[in-house]
């Protein structure tokens, strides 16, 4: 089956073909550990099981690589300002040692592995800490000293961005604007104010030597190709993550280990839209964000969010409403309803699967496959009870919404309720026909008091314990 992916660096979608026939590279940039992730940070690796899913669907051999950022110059895209580990020191009131910087690294990315597990986001092959590969940056600002495409001034060492005469300049790798999303610091040593930093000198005790310049920290840019390449070698397959790495990390990511090496340092780069608030796109810095845990304690199962995301293209930005998230939870919990329905057994439809395969060769076009869902459900002519449920379950594989485990344990949860809570629910169903709507809330308030919460859906309601 023709895959078709959306390449960023060509700025169309092109025919994935993996540089070893039937294996795929595949690096994500992972989460800098000083605060938990939000759902927007979330929105990415989504995207990126359901590739892994969809290669390996394929039949690939996927080695997929996460990075986790616990050290360096931590401060995004910006050269200047404080490490946001050393934020994350300050707001926990930890002392500032090296020791205390690592406990949070490990609770932010202990909390992080938990959200990928909650969301059925498969664990990558390989995470690595930044803190472990300090040596393969070394090696790479080593490099490019040597061939004279970076250069020493007080606080650090730096990328000569007037030697890689194609920085900002390639498909849909534009330069961002230097007042808004790329921030560059203004630093008068530098050459070019595009100029980024490889190695920051450290102004402390903490730090890794770096002969002969003493003590310092790895620019943030330098560990994605330090890693990448160790693990993946290079060039690899595809690299994703969200779309405002691609003004200046991405940017910088490429300028430096071509430069370094003479070769790209991957042959696909895909890239997903926001997870907007309001008139803005959720983010730590400006605390306009919203963690997984939020979700949970609002009512909201992580795998309706997972349904949720789905139901838009990566390529497209989805505006965050609660009340969106409770149809699409709804929705999500009366197909696992139906699915628990259907009968064991059965074989799946080629010719389901023939569509579903186009739909996701169409660069990953969830919202089409997951339409095929409720074609499959609909479709009374040509399937069976069983044939449905083993169709579904094997689109599952892709979509990842856990249906087998999730249809049955809604089942057990169901079958658990308690008489009274039962009886509280069917009075309520009355009401709602009958259009008592004051009547219907206050029974929806009593069950709720009870620690129940009801939904309804298009099939009728249904009863569970909350969250």
């Known amino acids: 089956m023709s895959l078709q992916l959306y390449n960023t660096l060509t700025g169309k979608k092109e025919e994935f073909r993996p540089i070893k026939d039937g294996e795929v590279g595949l690096y994500t940039c992972g989460p800098t550990v000083y605060n938990y992730a939000h759902i927007g940070n979330l929105r990415s690796y989504v995207f990126a ?60 990315e202990t909390a992080f592995t938990e959200d990928l597990q909650a969301l059925n986001i498969e664990l990558p092959d390989v995470m690595p800490r930044a803190s472990d590969n300090i040596a393969e940056d070394i090696e790479i600002v080593q490099k490019l000293l ?12 730096y990328f000569d961005t007037a030697k890689f005469p194609s920085y900002g300049t390639r498909g849909g790798f ?77 940017q910088n990511e490429i300028a430096q280990s071509e430069a370094a090496y003479d070769m790209p340092l991957a042959n696909v780069w895909m ?101 095929l869902v409720y074609a499959i459900l609909g479709d009374v002519e040509h399937l069976s009870s069983a044939d449905k449920r083993a169709t579904i379950f094997d689109f599952d594989k892709v979509l990842g919404l856990d249906i087998e485990n999730q249809s049955k344990k809604l089942v057990e949860e169901m079958n658990a309720i308690p008489d009274d809570i039962k009886k509280l629910a069917s009075a309520r169903e009355d009401a709602r026909k009958a259009k008592d709507f004051k009547k219907s809330d206050e029974l929806r308030d009593q069950i709720a008091k009870e620690g129940f919460e009801i939904m309804d859906t298009d099939s009728g309601s249904i009863v569970r314990k909350k969250l």
């Open 49 to 108: 099981d359901v590739l892994k899913r969809t290669l390996r669907y394929n039949g690939y051999k996927v080695k997929h690589v996460l990075n986790i950022t616990d050290v360096g110059h931590l401060t995004s895209d910006d050269d200047n300002g404080d490490d946001k580990m050393i934020k994350a020191l300050k707001r926990e009131g930890k002392p500032f040692t090296f020791v205390a910087m690592q406990e949070i690294a490990r609770k932010y």
């Open 174 to 250: 534009k330069l961002g604007d230097l007042k808004d999303g790329a921030r560059v610091a203004v630093n008068a040593e530098k050459k070019n104010p595009r100029d980024f930093s490889l190695w920051k000198f450290s102004t402390t005790d903490l730090g890794w030597d770096f002969p002969p310049y003493g003590k310092g920290f790895p620019g943030w840019h330098i560990e994605c190709s330090a890693m990448s390449r160790k693990y993946l070698g290079q060039p690899f397959d595809i690299h994703t993550g969200g779309i405002d790495h691609i003004p200046t990390h991405h």
């Open 146 to 157: 040597e061939k004279g495409i970076a250069y020493k001034i007080s606080d650090g060492i």
């Open 271 to 371: 890239h997903n839209e926001f997870v907007n608030m309001g008139e803005a796109k959720m983010a730590k810095s400006g605390d306009n964000f919203i963690t997984l845990q939020t979700l949970r304690d609002k009512g909201i199962h992580p795998l309706a969010y997972r349904y949720y995301l789905l139901g838009a293209s990566y390529r497209t930005p989805i505006d965050l409403n609660h009340e969106a998230l409770k149809a699409a939870q709804n929705t999500y919990f009366d197909l696992l309803r139906t699915i628990a329905s259907l009968e064991a057994g059965g074989t799946p439809s080629s010719s389901y699967i023939g569509r579903f395969s186009i739909a996701l060769g169409d660069d990953l076009n969830t919202a089409e496959a997951v339409s």
